[in-house]
C-alpha cells in the first residue's frame, strides 16, 4: 500500500516532500487538500495534524506531520543515502534541516503570509514584518552564500535532504521577492538543482501553476 502524502500543490513544505520521494524512489499517493477553500480545517483533517497545516503523511495507522520528519522516514523507509551514508554525514544534514526550520524557512513563510496571504483576506501587508524577514533572510543567506562558495551541494558535494529543505523558500521567491537572488552562490545552486533533479523541477511548475492561478482567479495582482 502506498504511503499517502496529504497537501495544497502549492505548497513549497509539500514540493520538498514529493521532490524528495521522486529522488528517492518512494512508493507515494498525493491526495491534493485546498488550503484555499480550507480543507486543512476539516475535522478530518485536523484530526491527523491538529495545526491544521499541510503536508501530513500517513502510512498504515501511522501519522506524521512537518516535512523535515517525513523525509527522514521515507529515506530511512527506501533504504536512501539521501538522509546520509555516515554517521557524520547523517549529522550534518540534521545540522542543516535544524538551521533551515530555525534561521532560514520560517521567515520565508512569514513573508509569504504577509505579501500574499493576507491578500486573500483582505488585510494589509505589514512593511515592518517584510522588513525583519528580509533582514534575517539577508543574514542566514550570507552564510550559506559563503557555504555554497565551497560547495556544489549542502552536505558533501551530492545531493541530500538538507538540499530539499533549505531549497524551500526559492518555491516563493519571485512572488514574495523575499532577498536570495541577491546571492550568487545561493542562485546558482537552486539552477544546478532544477538542472539535475527532475522533481524539483516538476514541482516547482506545479507549485507556480497552483500559486499563479489562484492570484488570478482571486483578482490579485502582486
Excluded: C
Excluded at 23 to 44: N, Q, R, Y
Excluded at 199 to 209: C, F, I, L, Q
Amino acid at each position: 500500500m502506498a504511503i499517502k502524502i496529504y497537501g495544497d500543490p502549492g505548497s513549497g513544505s509539500r514540493r520538498r516532500v514529493t521532490a524528495a520521494a521522486a529522488a528517492m524512489g518512494s512508493d507515494i499517493e498525493i491526495v491534493d487538500i485546498d488550503l484555499f477553500k480550507g480543507e486543512s480545517h476539516t475535522p478530518a483533517f485536523l484530526a491527523l495534524n491538529p495545526h491544521g497545516l499541510s503536508p501530513v503523511m500517513v502510512d498504515g495507522d501511522f501519522v506524521l506531520y512537518e516535512s523535515a520528519a517525513i523525509n527522514l522516514y521515507l529515506a530511512e523507509k527506501a533504504g536512501s543515502d539521501l538522509a546520509g551514508r555516515t554517521a557524520r554525514e547523517k549529522y550534518e544534514i540534521l545540522q542543516w534541516m535544524f538551521w533551515s526550520g530555525e534561521q532560514w524557512r520560517i521567515f520565508a513563510t512569514l513573508t509569504f503570509d504577509e505579501v500574499i496571504g493576507k491578500k486573500f483576506i483582505g488585510q494589509p501587508t505589514d512593511g515592518t514584518i517584510v522588513k525583519l524577514a528580509a533582514d534575517k533572510i539577508r543574514t542566514a543567506a550570507t552564510v550559506l552564500d559563503a557555504h555554497l562558495a565551497k560547495h556544489d551541494y549542502i552536505v558533501g558535494d551530492r545531493l541530500t535532504l538538507a538540499d530539499f529543505d533549505i531549497a524551500g523558500p526559492f518555491s516563493q521567491n519571485e512572488r514574495t521577492k523575499i532577498p536570495l537572488n541577491e546571492f550568487p552562490n545561493l542562485v546558482a545552486w537552486q539552477q544546478r538543482l532544477l538542472a539535475t533533479v527532475p522533481g524539483w523541477a516538476a514541482t516547482k511548475r506545479e507549485v507556480d501553476d497552483r500559486i499563479d492561478g489562484a492570484l488570478e482567479a482571486a483578482g490579485i495582482t502582486l
